[in-house]
């Protein structure tokens, strides 16, 4: 059975037309979030993808050791399933670039160096058809009440902004987001922002309830 699945995804990655030569390849970094948790690349490592935004999945699933799947249409290809979860009529698999939903299919995305990869399971609204918001987690300055603070406690004070992205890449404020280093303690954000102490060698993320889990920073 293991070998009739690694032959599909072969056949269906040549029927695509991804594999091109590793001269041409790109520098990007590449996340995968999942139905249910992260299948790969939570702090979104850089990896040598051959030139579009399905090769970038076909070299996280080498690097990961994940299994996807590609169905080829009269429509074109798409991926139908990545890890245990095939699409359906309500849910499916997505990928955005640089934070944006291209409006062409993955193998048809050319890279380019240092662009950013996510793909994602998304559920889609019944009304709109539109896809959830994903959380981007970045790194925010301490205010100068922070700072004091700091100084005062002669402890470690880092700080985190979170931004939610739809569709079409706009960028709006994650009210409600909470933060989570490690397996530790939630810390809600207070206007899309919040601090932690002394967390050395943890993962910070955020979630926000109906959106896509953000990307991790340490």
């Known amino acids: 059975m293991r070998k009739r699945i690694l032959v599909t995804v072969v056949v269906s990655v040549v029927l695509a037309g991804v594999i091109a030569p590793l001269a ?17 690349g939570s702090a979104e490592p850089r990896l040598q993808a051959a030139s579009t935004a399905l090769d970038a999945l076909s070299s996280a699933s080498t690097s990961g050791e994940f299994y996807f799947h590609l169905t080829v249409s009269s429509f074109g290809s798409y991926v139908d399933q990545i890890g245990l979860y095939p699409a359906t009529s309500t849910g499916g698999w997505m990928f955005k670039v640089n934070g ?13 160096d240092g662009d950013r990869v996510l793909w994602y399971w998304a559920g889609f609204d019944p009304v709109t058809f539109a ?25 470690a004070l880092s700080c985190y902004a979170v931004s939610a992205q739809d569709d079409k890449g706009v960028t709006t404020p994650a009210l ?19 601090c932690l102490g002394a967390h050395s060698g943890l993962l910070v993320r955020a979630t926000l309830s109906g959106a896509v889990r953000s990307n991790a920073l340490t």
């Open 131 to 155: 896809g959830p918001k994903t959380l981007l987690l970045t790194r925010s300055n301490l205010t100068s009440a922070e700072r004091k603070k700091v100084r005062r406690s002669h402890k």
């Open 100 to 112: 944006a939903q291209p409006p062409v299919g993955a193998n048809a995305v050319t890279l380019k």
């Open 176 to 194: 409600g987001a909470v933060l989570q280093a490690g397996s530790g303690r939630a810390v809600k954000t207070k206007n899309t922002r919040a």
């Open 24 to 40: 041409g390849a790109v520098s990007v970094s590449v996340r995968v979030e999942g139905k249910t948790q992260t299948i790969f």
